[in-house]
């Protein structure tokens, strides 16, 4: 089942009109875009993955609500560019939901998931020709140290990293299971009881192949830019990383320019664009908690075009 994570705070923050055009940079099985096209009956979505699944899945789901979207499969870091190319400059809305989506974290194959054994793959895009199978069994040891640390936050990183290099220097380490051992072994056994240890180096790596961070920056601007007037960017994010991203980039664009800061009349030309919708972020509810651990992480922020 996928369970579409702060969805009613979503549509909320969306602030949708019937008339509007809006985008989903992140399309997944369709559980925000259902929701966002039930109510822009005259309007327009736009919706991107690079999932081919995923998007086969979410063409019927919308296709039973209405006819009034068009699919993109491709990056989010080029929707601006290809929305400039169907001839659309201006949005009332975007939403980013940055999680994996749940079908592919269960789809077992997929070798997102460390509950289930399969190669390891993490790719979202299943043309890529990059995948965890190549990530572990080729980067430097001090690279997957990096990696490890940096996009996992994991303590034991350079441990890992090391029995990584050890391990596959027998034999190239093929499934997920395998590095769920590997993982295991390479921490203190009381740090393995309550909960799987392989989360973070899992995260990780599914952030590395997937070039998770280091476009998401670039993406956030360029959806800023396609905002019209009173049209806002929603983003829920799972990582402390992609939400300090998102945070600093939100307080740039709505602080006054620093030359003119302080001055008693503040020009129009150096006020900011943009205005925070909300002063403080918004977290899942309890009762969501309850029914969807997944949203434990999840961190949603709101930004609105004011001129």
């Not at 290099?165 to 051992?181: G, N, Q, Y």
């Not at 899942?284 to 949603?300: C, Q």
Request: net charge neutral; proline share 3%.
């Amino acid at each position: 089942m996928h369970y579409s994570v702060m969805l009613k705070e979503a549509i909320t923050a969306l602030n949708l009109q019937h008339t509007g055009t809006y985008v989903d940079a992140t399309l997944g099985y369709a559980g925000h875009s259902g929701e966002m096209l039930t109510r822009v009956k005259r309007g327009f979505l736009f919706a991107f993955d690079q999932d081919i699944n995923a998007i086969n899945y979410s063409f019927e789901k919308l296709n039973k609500i209405g006819s009034n979207f068009k699919i993109i499969k491709s990056n989010f870091l080029y929707m601006k560019e290809q929305l400039e190319q169907l001839g659309v400059f201006k949005v009332n809305g975007i939403l980013f939901d940055l999680g994996v989506s749940s079908p592919q974290l269960d789809e077992k194959n997929r070798g997102f998931s460390y509950l289930k054994d399969a190669r390891l793959d993490m790719r979202m895009d299943l043309d890529s020709d990059f995948s965890a199978y190549e990530l572990v069994n080729t980067y430097s040891e001090e690279d997957l140290a990096r990696i490890i640390f940096t996009y996992g936050e994991e303590k034991y990183a350079k441990s890992i990293a090391r029995n990584i290099v050890h391990e596959r220097a027998k034999k190239p380490i093929e499934t997920t299971f395998e590095l769920v051992d590997i993982v295991r072994r390479s921490m203190p056994v009381k740090k393995t009881i309550d909960k799987n240890p392989a989360r973070k180096t899992f995260q990780a790596i599914r952030i590395e192949v997937n070039h998770e961070i280091e476009i998401l920056e670039e993406s956030l601007r360029k959806a800023l830019d396609l905002l019209d007037i009173n049209g806002r960017l929603v983003v829920i994010t799972f990582h402390s990383l992609e939400d300090r991203i998102t945070k600093k980039l939100f307080k740039e664009m709505t602080e006054v320019d620093p030359v003119v800061k302080g001055l008693p009349e503040i020009p129009d030309e150096y006020k900011p664009k943009f205005r925070l919708v909300n002063q403080k972020v918004i977290t899942p509810s309890d009762a969501e908690l309850k029914e969807n651990s997944r949203s434990r992480s999840s961190k949603l922020r709101v930004i609105e075009r004011i001129r």
